[in-house]
């Protein structure tokens, strides 16, 4: 009798390894955001409409000195929604974001952070980006807003250039 449980348990063991392994799959794929389709798109009432693209262009072009108070909004947007992917001086997930600020203008990163997904679509440097991180898209735990994104190139222009 004692076979026949261990047998037991051994394929009642393999047959929920498999089944969580297929889940596990399944969350992945769909989870990668490698597809065109906006099945997790945001109701009108809830989208952020914020500063338009003329405004924001503006702000970028005459960024000045560094806002402290932005700073301080950017350094926490940074750890809460970027640091899982991206450090300053090592790759993780996404590139390396030390310098950034040099070699990417305000109006591109703007862009990136606003829609990763279009931006790579439309842009080539964005593409070649994409190519260059094993063709993972880039995710923003719940999107940025426009202030999220002006503060958080705020942190990129301090941090990211010492």
Known sequence: M??????IYKVNHLLLLSIFAVVMA?????CSGSGT???NATPESMVDTGPSDEDIA????????IDSTLYESGKATF???????????????????????????SQWINSMLTDPA?????????????EENNKVQMLVPGGTTADERRAL??????????
């Open 2 to 7: 004692k076979i026949k449980i261990e047998s």
């Open 26 to 30: 399944i969350a992945f794929v769909a």
């Open 58 to 65: 503006a702000s970028y072009t005459a960024l000045g000195a």
């Open 37 to 39: 389709d906006n099945n």
């Open 118 to 130: 279009a931006w790579v679509q439309s842009d080539p440097i964005a593409q070649q980006v994409f």
């Open 79 to 105: 750890k809460t929604k970027c640091v899982s992917c991206h450090q300053l001086d090592a790759k993780v997930v996404g590139p390396i974001l030390r310098d950034v600020t040099k070699r990417r203008t």
């Open 153 to 162: 190139i705020e942190y990129l222009r301090k941090e990211g250039n010492q």
